[in-house]
C-alpha cells in the first residue's frame, strides 16, 4: 500500500484532502498489529496539528474541510431518513393505502372498518426540546437530500438565538403539512367506504392520526414562559387553523351543487372569517402592554365578550357539514365537505391537542397552601391521599377570570387558570393533556385532578404522570396499584374515559441506560394492562404516551419505522392489553428540530404516515408470534441480564472518572439548539467538580456523541452477558424482541470509539506538550507547548478518562466477543461510519489543539476584575471560547480612540509610536480563534448527523 502522505503536500481540494486523510487514517491503523493501544485517531490529528502549525493547511483550507464535511454527513444522514421512509412518491403511498384500506374494508363489516379506522394508529406530540441544531440552509440542504426536489431555506434565527417563538413557527410549519398528509389519508379512507359501504360511508368518523403540541405550554423547569405567552400562541394557532378551514372551503368542488348547499357554505364561510376576525383583534390585544390594568382590561374585555363574532366551539359547524353530506352525499363536494367536518373535530380550534406540562415540585407547591390550613400535611403520606380525595368530593368549582390569572404567583395554579381561559374563551371543545414530570407519588397526580376540578376544568383535562427517572420506574407498579384505587382517580377518568400516562426514555436511559430503560418501560407497561383490569377500569381507553429522542441514546431505534415504533410500546406490551379486551391507545413524541424533519414537506408526512399505517396492519401477527418469542419464554435470564446491564450504568454515574471525562469540555462541544438556556454547570478555576445528573439528558447525551462513544446504549451489555453467551447468542437468531435490541445495539458500536475518547482526553496530557517541540519542524512551539505544559502538569482529565476507557474496553471486549459469535463484528468493525466519524474527531482534535496553541501565545497581562491569564486558559482547555475572547478583548482592546478623535485646544506629543498597540494581537491571536471555534462547532453538527440527531 503507497503511503498516503499528507504532510507538506500543497492542500488538495476538499473531497480530495478528505480522501488522502482518511487514507493516512487507513494505513495508521495496520499499525495496531503490531502495537494494539497506538492511537490512529489521535496520531492522524497529530499529523494535521503539525501542518497547521507550519503553515502548509491554513486556516482557509481547515474551514473550507469542515463545510464540506458538514456536506457529506448531511448527504449521509439524508440517505438514512429515506431508508426509514421509502416510498416517497405520493402516488406510490397513495396506492399502498389504498390497498391496505380495500383489504380491510372487504374482510370487515362497515361497523368494524369505521372503528379501525376511527380510530388513530398513532398520536404524533411536537415538544419543544432543545434539538433545533441544524441552520435553515443546512435543513434545506437535507430534505433535498431526502426528497431529491429543492427545498427554499427558511429564515435562520440563530445570529440572535433561538426564540420560542421560532420554535413555534417551526411546529406550526410542521403540523400543517402533517395537516395535509391527514388530510390524503382521510381522503382516501372517504373513496374506499364509498366503493364498499355506499348507503353508509356519510356515517364515518376518520381519524387514522391524532395531533398535538406541548411548544409555548411546557413549564416544567422554565420561568421565561410567561401565562401572556400560552395566550398570544393559543390565538396565533387559532388564527391559523380558521385560515385553513377557510382555504378548504375555498377549494370544495362547487361543481352543480345546489342553491341550498352553496348558500350554506356561504354563511360557513362567513361565521368562519368573523371569527378568524376577532381572533386576529384578540392576538394584537393580547401583544399589548398587558402589565398595566388598562391594557389588561381591553384584551380580556375583548376576548371574554360572546359578540364581534367570536366562535369558541366547532362541533356546531361540522355537525352541520355532516348534516350537509347526508343531504347531498352523491354531490361532487360531498368528499370535500365531510373532509372538513373530520379535520374541524380532529384539530378544533387550534393547531392540534395541547399538552401543558409542569413538574411535581411546582405541583406541590401550588396545592399545600389548601392541605396545610391547619396543619403540615407530608405528600407522600396516607393522610393526604385521604385529605385530596377529601377535597375532591367537597370543594366546588370556583370562577376565575384575566385578573385572577395575572395576579397569581404559583406556576401550577397559573396553568390551570390558563386552561380554563382557553376553555372558556378560545376552544371550548378543547381536550387538554396536563404531563407531571418528576412524579413519583400518587398524591401529586390527585393534587392535578383537585385543581382541574377546583378551577372547572377537569372536564377538559387529562392528567398524565410522566415515568422516567429510576425510582419511577421501579415503583412504578405499586403506584398504579395506589393510584387506581383512589376514588377521586376514579371518578376523573370515568369522566374522561381514558387513563394516561406518561413514559420517558431519555432520562431513564440517561440513569440505567436505553437497553434496561426500554425493558423497564415494557415492564410497566405490561403492570399498567394487569392492573386495569384489577381495579375494574376496563371499559376505559388506556392512553401511553412514550417519549423518546430522535437518536439512539434517547430512545429511537435506527433501523426502520417499524423498529422505532416497536422499541417503545412492544408487540408483547400491546398483547398484554388486547388479551384482556383492553383499547390502547398510543402516542409517541417528535421532539424539537430534529423531530420536525419528518414532517418538512407534505410528501414526508405523508410517507411516514403510511409506514405506521403499514407498522399498525402487521401488529396482529407480531403480537401473536411473542407467544413463542423465546426472550419472554426465560425470565429468569433477561432479569438476571437487565439487572446486569443496569447496575453497570448506574455504577457509570457514580464514578467520578464519568463525571470528569464527560465535563472535560463542559457543554461547550454543543451549538445552542433551543430557545432553554443550558445553564453553567461549573466555574473555570473553581476546582468544582460537576454533577452530570444535574445536566438534561438532551446535553448529556449529546456529549456522549461528540466524544465517541455512545456509553448509555453499549455500555453493561458485554458485562450482562459474560458468563454464558449461549442464550444470547440463541437469542440474538431467533427472538424478534431480543434481536431489536442488539441492531440498536450494532447500530451504536459502529459508531463508537474509545480511541476517540481516549484522543480528547490527551488533549489534557503535559507531557505531550512538553515533548511536542521536539517533533519535526516543530521547534517553534517551544513557548506555547512549555506554557500548556505547565499549565496541565497536575491535571487530572487525562488519568481519569484513561481510568474510564480501561473500564469500558473490558466490557467493550465481552461484547466483541458476543458479536464474533453472532458473525457481526466484522460488520461492525468495517462499517463506512467509523472512518467518517474518525475523520470528523482527528480534524477537530488538530482544531483544538491549534486553539491551545493560539492561547499559549497570548501575551501576559496584568489581571483585571479577578481575570488572569491562567482564567482565560482554563476556559479554552473547556472550549468556553466566546466568554476567553471577551475577557481578551478587554484586555487587549482593538478599537482604541485615537488622539485625533478629540477636539482639544493643548496639544500632547504622546502617545507616540510606543504606545500600546493590540491590533496586531487581535488580528494574529485573538480573532483567528472565533473561526477556529465555528469549524469546531461545524464538526459538532457533522457529528450529531452521523448519530442523525442532536443528543
Given amino acids: 500500500m503507497a503511503s498516503a502522505d499528507i504532510s507538506s503536500a500543497p492542500c488538495p481540494a476538499d473531497s480530495e484532502l478528505e480522501d488522502r486523510l482518511l487514507a493516512r487514517l487507513e494505513e495508521l491503523r495496520l499499525r495496531r498489529a503490531e502495537d494494539p493501544s497506538f492511537n490512529p485517531i489521535w496520531r492522524l490529528a497529530c499529523d494535521l496539528s503539525a501542518r497547521i502549525e507550519t503553515g502548509t493547511l491554513s486556516r482557509g483550507d481547515l474551514c473550507r474541510l469542515c463545510s464540506h464535511l458538514l456536506d457529506r454527513s448531511l448527504e449521509d444522514r439524508a440517505g438514512w431518513m429515506r431508508s426509514m421512509l421509502e416510498p416517497l412518491s405520493g402516488e406510490d403511498n397513495e396506492a399502498r393505502l389504498r390497498a391496505l384500506l380495500d383489504a380491510d374494508a372487504k374482510e370487515s363489516d362497515f361497523e368494524h372498518f369505521a372503528a379501525r379506522w376511527g380510530h388513530p394508529a398513532v398520536g404524533c406530540v411536537f415538544t419543544a426540546h432543545p434539538t433545533f441544531l441544524l441552520s435553515g440552509g443546512e435543513t434545506a440542504r437535507l430534505i433535498e437530500g431526502v426528497t431529491g426536489q429543492a427545498c427554499a431555506p427558511k429564515d435562520d434565527p440563530r445570529a440572535d438565538g433561538i426564540t420560542l417563538g421560532d420554535e413555534h413557527r417551526q411546529v406550526l410549519d410542521a403540523i400543517r403539512n402533517a395537516r395535509k398528509a391527514h388530510g390524503t389519508i382521510c381522503r382516501l379512507v372517504f373513496d374506499v367506504a364509498r366503493r364498499h359501504f355506499p348507503d353508509d360511508w356519510t356515517r364515518l368518523r376518520p381519524m387514522p392520526f391524532d395531533l398535538a403540541s406541548w411548544v409555548g405550554y411546557d413549564m416544567d423547569g422554565r420561568t421565561d414562559i410567561g401565562w401572556a405567552d400560552c395566550v398570544r400562541l393559543r390565538l396565533l394557532e387559532k388564527d391559523r387553523q380558521l385560515g385553513w378551514y377557510l382555504e378548504d372551503l375555498a377549494a370544495v368542488d362547487r361543481q352543480d351543487a345546489p342553491a341550498a348547499l352553496l348558500k350554506a357554505l356561504d354563511e360557513i364561510a362567513g361565521q368562519l372569517e368573523a371569527a378568524r376576525a376577532h381572533t386576529e383583534k384578540a392576538r394584537i390585544l393580547f401583544d399589548g402592554p398587558l402589565e398595566t390594568t388598562d ?193 377521586a382517580y376514579r371518578k376523573a377518568v370515568k369522566m374522561r374515559g381514558r387513563i394516561s400516562i406518561q413514559t420517558g426514555f431519555s432520562d431513564a436511559g440517561r440513569f440505567i441506560g436505553q437497553i434496561p430503560a426500554s425493558l423497564s418501560i415494557e415492564r410497566l407497561q405490561a403492570n399498567m394492562a394487569r392492573l386495569v383490569e384489577i381495579h375494574g377500569l376496563g371499559d376505559l381507553d388506556c392512553l401511553i404516551f412514550n417519549t423518546h429522542g430522535e437518536s439512539m441514546g434517547r430512545g429511537a431505534h435506527p433501523g426502520s419505522m417499524r423498529a422505532r415504533l416497536d422499541h417503545v410500546l412492544s408487540p408483547w406490551a400491546r398483547k398484554c392489553f388486547a388479551d384482556r379486551g383492553l383499547r390502547l391507545r398510543h402516542e409517541t413524541s417528535f421532539q424539537g428540530g430534529d423531530g420536525y424533519l419528518w414532517f418538512a414537506t407534505p410528501g414526508l408526512a405523508l410517507a411516514l404516515f403510511s409506514r405506521i399505517l403499514e407498522h399498525r396492519a402487521g401488529l396482529p401477527a407480531r403480537m401473536e408470534r411473542t407467544d413463542q418469542d423465546r426472550f419472554y419464554e426465560s425470565p429468569d435470564i433477561t432479569l438476571d441480564f437487565f439487572r446486569q446491564v ?306
Fill in 295 to 487: 391594557g389588561l382590561a381591553e384584551a380580556a374585555n375583548w376576548l371574554t365578550d360572546p359578540g364581534h363574532g367570536r366562535l369558541i366551539a366547532l362541533k356546531p359547524v361540522s355537525a352541520r357539514l355532516r348534516r350537509l353530506v347526508a343531504d347531498h352525499p352523491d354531490a361532487a363536494c360531498a368528499v370535500d365537505l365531510a373532509l372538513l367536518a373530520v379535520r374541524m373535530d380532529s384539530f378544533g380550534l387550534g393547531a392540534g391537542r395541547v399538552h401543558f406540562r409542569m413538574n411535581a415540585t411546582q405541583l406541590h407547591n401550588a396545592v399545600r397552601r389548601r392541605l396545610d390550613r391547619d396543619e403540615a400535611v407530608d405528600l407522600a403520606s396516607r393522610s393526604a391521599l385521604i385529605r385530596l380525595n377529601e377535597l375532591y368530593a367537597e370543594e366546588a368549582p370556583l370562577a376565575v377570570n384575566f385578573a385572577a390569572l395575572a395576579m397569581e404567583t404559583t406556576t401550577a395554579v397559573r396553568q390551570f387558570l390558563t386552561i380554563a381561559q382557553f376553555v372558556k374563551h378560545i376552544d371550548a371543545d378543547s381536550d387538554i393533556r396536563l404531563l407531571i414530570a418528576e412524579c413519583e407519588r400518587p398524591s401529586t397526580v390527585l393534587a392535578a385532578i383537585y385543581l382541574a376540578r377546583l378551577f372547572g376544568v377537569d372536564e377538559h383535562v387529562d392528567v398524565s404522570p410522566l415515568f422516567e427517572t429510576p425510582p419511577a420506574l421501579e415503583g412504578g407498579e405499586r403506584f398504579l396499584d395506589v393510584l387506581f384505587s383512589q376514588p
Fill in 646 to 951: 443496569m447496575r453497570f450504568q448506574e455504577s457509570l454515574m457514580g464514578s467520578g472518572a464519568y463525571h470528569r471525562t464527560l465535563s472535560a469540555f463542559g457543554l461547550s462541544l454543543l451549538k445552542p439548539t433551543g430557545s432553554r438556556k443550558a445553564r453553567r454547570q461549573f466555574e473555570a478555576g473553581s476546582g468544582e467538580r460537576p454533577d452530570l445528573s444535574k445536566v438534561r439528558a438532551i446535553p448529556h447525551n449529546a456529549v456522549l456523541q461528540q466524544l465517541g462513544y455512545p456509553v448509555n446504549v453499549l455500555g453493561g451489555i458485554g458485562q450482562a452477558t459474560r458468563k454464558s453467551l449461549e442464550p444470547f447468542t440463541d437469542w440474538r437468531q431467533d427472538s424478534p424482541r431480543f434481536g431489536d435490541l442488539m441492531d440498536m445495539v450494532v447500530a451504536s458500536r459502529t459508531r463508537a470509539s474509545l480511541r476517540t475518547m481516549i484522543a480528547y482526553g490527551a488533549l489534557f496530557d503535559g507531557g505531550y506538550w512538553a515533548s511536542r517541540p521536539h517533533g519535526k519542524d516543530q521547534k517553534h512551539l517551544t513557548e506555547p507547548c512549555l506554557y500548556l505544559a505547565d499549565q496541565l502538569e497536575h491535571d487530572d482529565r487525562y488519568g481519569e478518562t484513561l481510568e474510564l476507557a480501561t473500564r469500558l474496553r473490558i466490557d467493550e471486549l465481552l461484547l466483541h466477543r458476543l458479536l464474533g459469535e453472532t458473525g457481526e463484528d466484522i460488520q461492525v468493525l468495517e462499517a463506512g461510519e467509523r472512518d467518517f466519524l474518525a475523520l470528523l474527531h482527528a480534524v477537530r482534535i488538530a482544531l483544538i489543539q491549534h486553539l491551545f496553541l493560539q492561547a499559549a501565545r497570548i501575551p501576559r497581562f496584568s489581571s483585571r476584575n479577578d481575570i488572569s491569564r491562567e482564567d482565560i486558559m482554563e476556559l479554552v482547555f473547556e472550549l468556553r471560547i466566546p466568554e476567553a475572547l471577551a475577557s481578551l478583548r478587554e484586555a487587549y482592546p482593538d478599537a482604541a480612540p485615537s488622539a485625533d478623535d478629540y477636539n482639544l485646544a493643548e496639544s500632547s506629543d504622546y502617545p507616540d509610536e510606543t504606545a500600546a498597540n493590540y491590533s496586531e494581537i487581535n488580528q494574529r491571536l485573538i480573532d483567528p480563534m472565533q473561526t477556529l471555534y465555528d469549524c469546531l462547532l461545524t464538526i459538532s453538527v457533522a457529528v450529531a448527523n452521523a448519530f442523525h440527531a442532536h443528543g
